[in-house]
């Protein structure tokens, strides 16, 4: 069993930065994939980036490709989500995941939230223009 927990989030001006972490207790195994979603009000679940914990390989939204970057401490057992050039429709509350199953290769397959076995119970991000 892993449990996630997020923190870090807060209210932050346009053009401005955040960073945000999610600690994981329980072991965190190479196999796995720690997955970053998010969710506006009225709207979907949104795949924001993953990486996979055996090579630290990453993968990230179209939407924040460039502004935002990934990275984990397996040491600590915590990722990490830097969040930079922030804009008013990036808020929304942050979700940590894990999904337990291997993705070889491409880590396309990890923007598929019915993937992730454990959920972290979100941090809210709020961009003001």
């Known amino acids: 069993q892993v449990q996630l927990v997020e923190s870090g989030g807060g209210l932050v001006q346009a053009g401005g930065s955040l960073s945000l972490s999610c600690a994981a207790s329980?072991?965190?195994?190479?196999?796995?994939?720690l997955g970053w979603f998010r969710q506006a009000p009225g709207k979907e679940r949104e795949f924001v980036s993953a990486i996979r914990w055996s090579d630290s390989s990453t993968y990230y939204a179209d939407s924040v490709k460039g502004r935002f970057i990934i990275s984990r401490d397996s040491a600590k057992n915590t990722v990490y989500l830097q969040m930079n050039s922030l804009e008013p429709e990036d808020t929304a509350v942050y979700y940590c995941?894990?999904?337990?199953?291997?993705?070889?290769?491409?880590?396309?397959?990890?923007?598929?939230?019915?993937?992730?076995?454990?959920w972290g119970q979100g941090t809210q991000v709020t961009v003001s223009s």
């Open positions: 329980g072991r965190i195994f190479s196999t796995y994939t």
């Open positions: 995941a894990a999904d337990r199953n291997t993705i070889v290769g491409s880590l396309r397959p990890a923007a598929i939230p019915q993937r992730y076995d454990y």
